[in-house]
């Protein structure tokens, strides 16, 4: 009898520390972890504005690139869902000024693996960023408006 509260109190510790590791646990369902990021690979072919919205919705932002590791890892989560290495929007962008690349997530435009001949802006119009581009699996700078599903990063921390 004399113990039974403080056994009560222990078992409420116990279950709201639970509580906290689920709650973390299920933001991250579907994301794939590589360092100190999540990715996450969404087969919706919508324009490079609607992708990024899409992800923001999802407290993420269009999958930045720091290193060819990372790269790798990006496009092995697109093709465990696709089994392909389906063209895909990423968040680098020169829609403010031509030729000045940036990450929409902030982070620094440093680590590139343009396609041969890319960037080539065709037409004075290609803003954006997308990977998987011909037998090469590069990047290349594509229209904005034009549709491909999309991979986010989730920042951990
Ligand atoms: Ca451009
Ligand atoms: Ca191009």
């Not at 009898?1 to 403080?6: A, D, K, R, T, V």
């Not at 709650?23 to 996450?40: A, E, M, Q």
């Not at 803003?127 to 590069?138: A, F």
């Amino acid at each position: 009898m004399y113990i039974y509260p403080f056994s009560v109190k222990f078992n409420a510790l116990i279950l709201s520390k639970y509580r906290l590791v689920k709650s973390h646990w299920h933001k991250r369902v579907g994301w794939t972890r590589y360092g100190n990021r999540y990715y996450r690979y969404f087969p919706y072919r919508w324009t490079w504005a609607q992708a990024q919205r899409f992800c923001q919705s999802k407290n993420a932002n269009l999958a930045s690139v720091r290193n060819l590791g990372e790269y790798r890892a990006i496009q092995r989560v697109i093709y465990r869902v696709t089994h392909r290495f389906v063209p895909t929007w990423i968040g680098g962008s020169d829609a403010q000024q031509e030729r000045f690349w940036f990450w929409i997530d902030g982070t620094p435009f440093r680590f590139t693996y343009w396609c041969p001949a890319e960037p080539n802006n065709a037409g004075s119009r290609e803003h954006c960023l997308h990977m998987n581009w011909t037998g090469c699996r590069c990047i290349n700078d594509a229209p904005c408006y034009n549709q491909y599903p999309f991979v986010c990063v989730l920042k951990s921390g």
